[in-house]
């Protein structure tokens, strides 16, 4: 099984959804270590809780963001991780970080790609007048929420939406798409051809 390092901000929901398709007999991926740039974070503890190894960096006073990253790569490193996700990891990252680990580092972004990346994309695609949104797993590359996608998943965006209750509805969403797309990766069977990912 190959052995996932995933990096959390936060609430780690997604990071949940992840370690509980892990549980599962055949998934192709274990959880080799959570780690966070936020000490308190949440997900930190729901990690613990589920038995998973945890690591906390805070992301400052390292000199500089290439520095700091070079710390969490050893950090996954050290923990044997093969595989790199990102689940609400609010770091932009380096480009060294981004090489080291290029093809096999995912994220998921709480938008259907290449509409609304960057932040507030729930607001965004109400305001721009969506009927569809959702969210997207996809291959990590230099520039932000642009590399190669793996999955999408879409929900409607109802005439009454607020951002909290979009959000809502697209993470059911995650929760299911992102296990699928990791272990699709683990498994070995995705193809990538320019900025098209085959197999999934
Ligand atoms: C998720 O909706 C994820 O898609 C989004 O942050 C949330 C994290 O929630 N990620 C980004 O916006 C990345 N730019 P979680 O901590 O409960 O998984």
């Given amino acids: 099984r190959k052995r996932v390092g995933i990096l959390i901000s936060g609430r780690g929901s997604n990071m949940s959804a992840l370690v509980a398709a892990a549980q599962a007999p055949g998934c192709p991926y274990e959880v080799a270590l959570v780690f966070s740039n936020v000490a308190d974070a949440p997900g930190l503890a729901i990690a613990e809780a589920a038995g998973v190894p945890t690591a906390s960096l805070d992301h400052r006073g390292h000199g500089g963001r ?42 998921i972004h709480p938008s259907l790609l290449p509409s609304f990346k960057g932040v507030d994309t729930h607001a965004r695609a109400i305001a721009a007048g969506c009927r569809l949104h959702g969210c997207t797993v996809h291959l990590v590359t230099p520039e932000l929420d642009s590399g190669p996608i793996i999955a999408q998943a879409a929900v409607p965006v109802m005439d009454d939406d607020t951002p909290d209750a979009l959000a809502a509805r697209v993470l059911v969403e995650e929760h299911r798409l992102y296990p699928q797309a990791l272990a699709a990766l683990a498994s070995g069977r995705l193809r990538v051809e320019g900025q098209r990912v085959l197999g999934f």
Avoid: P, T
């Fill in 66 to 107: 290439a520095l700091f990253d070079a710390k969490v790569d050893a950090i996954l490193r050290d923990a044997g991780c093969d595989l790199v996700a990102l689940a609400g990891y609010m770091r932009l990252l380096s480009d060294d970080f981004v090489a080291a680990w290029e093809g096999r580092m995912i994220n």
